[in-house]
């Protein structure tokens, strides 16, 4: 088993709706977890951290599940400029050092 | 700031050279990584370096050496390429926990 695992996708949205999706890790003792972007053939880019309570950056909300150890994350009024693949990186409790665990990613294509 | 920077940005191999992309950062981050990306996969980590002059095995290092002579420096060397090395190679770098920043990235294609 990955131990991240994330919906490839596509998510087709249409420009203005709402899109949520989630990953799942398997290590119950990771402690970080980010969102990163990653647009065609280029690089990824952190897009937001993931806190316990949940946290909020614009359009953007993310959310973690400790329990059934998952997190998502749901873009509001989406925007043409958001289709991009989603990558979901979790951080092993051992390594202090920033290590980071990525999924496959989560491709979303916003259609006008 | 340039933030991270790799070259080169595209290189055709053929079975059994050798060559070294080079990574640099103007953060003054301590932590550089080199992960590869193959399609359906996530990033995977290659070999990573904690300081100047320390270098460590990530998750694939196998056909791989690195070096960290210089802080702002990371080097990835393939002594003989093989076909199972075509992929895409991103250089990060951190300040340690949280987020990394990657470079634009190498595309190599090994015959």
């Known amino acids: 088993r990955k131990e991240v695992e994330q919906d490839p996708g596509p998510f087709n949205v249409p420009e203005g709706a709402t899109v949520a999706f989630n990953c799942t890790y398997s290590?119950?003792?990771?402690?970080?977890f980010f969102w990163y972007r990653q647009d065609c053939r280029k690089e990824p880019k952190l897009l937001m951290s993931v806190y316990s309570s949940g946290n909020e950056d614009g359009r953007f909300t993310a959310q973690l599940n400790r329990a059934s150890q998952y997190i998502s994350l749901l873009i509001r009024d989406s925007k043409l400029s958001d289709s991009a693949t989603y990558l979901c990186?979790?951080?092993?409790?051992?390594?202090?050092?920033?290590?980071?665990?990525f999924g496959a990613g989560t491709q979303v294509v916003v259609t006008p | 700031n340039a933030g991270v920077t790799q070259t080169p940005k595209f290189r055709v191999l053929k079975t059994g050279q050798s060559m070294t992309l080079l990574c640099a950062q103007d953060m003054n981050h301590e932590y550089m990584y080199w992960y590869r990306q193959d399609p359906g996969m996530g990033l995977r980590l290659i070999h990573y370096?904690?300081?100047?002059?320390?270098?460590a095995k990530g998750e694939v290092p196998d056909g791989y050496n690195v070096s960290r002579l210089k802080k702002q420096n990371f080097l990835l060397g393939l002594e003989s390429a093989a076909p199972s090395q075509t992929s895409v190679y991103f250089c990060?770098?951190?300040?340690?926990?949280?987020?990394?920043?990657f470079g634009p990235g190498t595309r190599l294609t090994v015959l």
């Open positions: 990060a770098s951190s300040l340690g926990l949280g987020g990394q920043y």
């Open positions: 370096s904690v300081g100047e002059g320390t270098t």
């Open positions: 990186v979790v951080t092993r409790p051992t390594d202090s050092w920033g290590k980071l665990q």
């Open positions: 290590n119950s003792a990771s402690q970080s």
